[in-house]
């Protein structure tokens, strides 16, 4: 039987808690892996994160969280260290943290732009930081970045957006051209509208909802789990041969849209 075992890895998510980032947490879990997540302490998603933590538990899995401002470096690489000295090790991280607010190039102003950017990259830059000495020392690790389609397609809604999730894809390319032969194996997933409060926060309405579901060719909007199941595939030793990479899951939508 074909299965995806990641018995024996400890895995960070940065932006774990809800959304894509909890479904690649709870996949991690069921796959066997350790699993560290981190969100932003927001006390409005504290019922979703114990629900999340209780119903891995519940099901056997290992999993920890942390409050970890994506923005902190300082702090990032403190939990990075907190974790190799508990669990001595970090093999697979995946940078999932992002936020966006649609809005055109008038409306965005100078500290938007900065804002927007450092939360979808500098983040990863911070988390890719702290990791890579100790990756390289064992020479081993997993890094998937979840980027985002609107590097196709222009999509998303907002320049700054876009803007850092195509600075991901470099930030990807640039780690496995540097850091492959190093055992350091990195990839990069671009999600197009799946069901999470980001998405539904732009879409509010039933009628908007319905629209955006004609338009995805295999006739519905995605689930955390379409993508978790590609993170945890690419962690495992399936992805072994993957290096570099760019994989776009969005139901067809991109090719259907051109
Ligand atoms: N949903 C889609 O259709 C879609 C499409 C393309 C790309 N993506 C990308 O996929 C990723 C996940 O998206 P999602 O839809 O699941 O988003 P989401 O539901 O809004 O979740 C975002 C995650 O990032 C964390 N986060 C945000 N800002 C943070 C900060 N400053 N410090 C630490 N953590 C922070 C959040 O933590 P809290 O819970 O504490 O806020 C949460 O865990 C993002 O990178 C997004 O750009 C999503």
């Not at 809604?157 to 600075?167: E, N, P, R």
């Amino acid at each position: 039987m074909l299965s995806i075992d990641l018995r024996g890895r400890v895995a960070l998510i940065l932006g774990g808690s809800r959304g894509i980032g909890a479904g690649i947490t709870r996949a991690m879990c069921q796959a066997g892996a350790y699993t560290v997540f981190t969100h932003t302490g927001n006390p409005k998603n504290r019922g979703r994160i114990d629900m999340l933590v209780e119903g891995i538990g519940r099901d056997g899995g290992s999993v920890e969280e942390n409050t970890l401002d994506a923005l902190d470096p300082e702090g990032t690489k403190k939990l990075v260290d907190n974790i190799i000295g508990k669990l001595k090790k970090i093999d697979i991280l995946v940078c999932n943290v992002g936020r966006n607010l649609a809005r055109t190039v008038e409306e965005t102003t100078v500290e938007d732009w900065k804002k927007f950017v450092d939360i979808n990259l500098s983040s990863v830059y911070y988390g890719v930081k702290a990791v890579i000495p100790h990756m390289v020392e064992r020479k081993y690790g997993r890094i998937i970045l979840i980027g985002s389609s609107a590097v196709f397609d222009g999509g998303g809604g907002a320049i700054d957006y876009a803007a850092a999730k195509a600075g991901m894809t470099g930030i990807m390319k640039y780690l496995c051209r540097v850091y492959i032969k190093k055992g350091i194996n990195t990839n990069i997933v671009h999600p197009c509208v799946i069901d999470t409060d980001l998405v539904r926060g732009r879409y509010s309405t039933e009628e908007m909802w319905q629209k955006l579901s004609s338009q995805i060719p295999v006739g519905r909007v995605g689930t955390p789990e379409d993508i978790a199941g590609m993170v945890a595939y690419l962690a495992s030793l399936w992805g072994d041969y993957i290096c570099g990479q760019e994989i776009l899951l969005d139901g067809g939508r991109t090719m259907f849209n051109k």
